[in-house]
């Protein structure tokens, strides 16, 4: 079982920034891609970005411009550095890393971090 092990998250002011950290808790091969997710209260979980082994990255359009994913390969730890934060980004984050092993996919998830943007 794959543990991803998140961080960063808090309160913060409108304007402000965050930045997530996510890596699992021992080597993993094969990974596809990694990213987040997050799921405000009353609300679906939504796409917020991810990041593929090969560094293409996609982001929820209310996000863009905001939000940059960044890492991966290195050391396989994923960053989301959230800039220009407004109360919609409130919600818990869940990192999520996608594996495939012999032609079999897998998706790995995290505990979940909160964000809280209030003034």
């Known amino acids: 079982q794959v543990q991803l092990v998140e961080s960063g998250g808090g309160l913060v002011q409108p304007g402000g920034s965050l930045r997530l950290s996510c890596a699992p808790s021992r080597n993993i091969f094969s990974i596809n891609a990694m990213g987040w997710s997050r799921q405000a209260p009353g609300k679906q979980r939504e796409l917020v970005a991810g990041?593929?082994?090969?560094?293409?990255?996609n982001y929820a359009d209310s996000v863009k411009g905001r939000f940059t994913i960044s890492g991966h390969n290195a050391n396989n730890t994923v960053y989301l550095q959230m800039n220009s934060l407004k109360s919609e980004d409130t919600a818990v984050y869940y990192c999520f890393l996608k594996q495939v092993v012999a032609g079999v996919g897998y998706e790995h998830w995290g505990q979940g971090t909160q964000v809280t943007v209030s003034s």
């Open positions: 990041i593929t082994g090969r560094g293409s990255t």
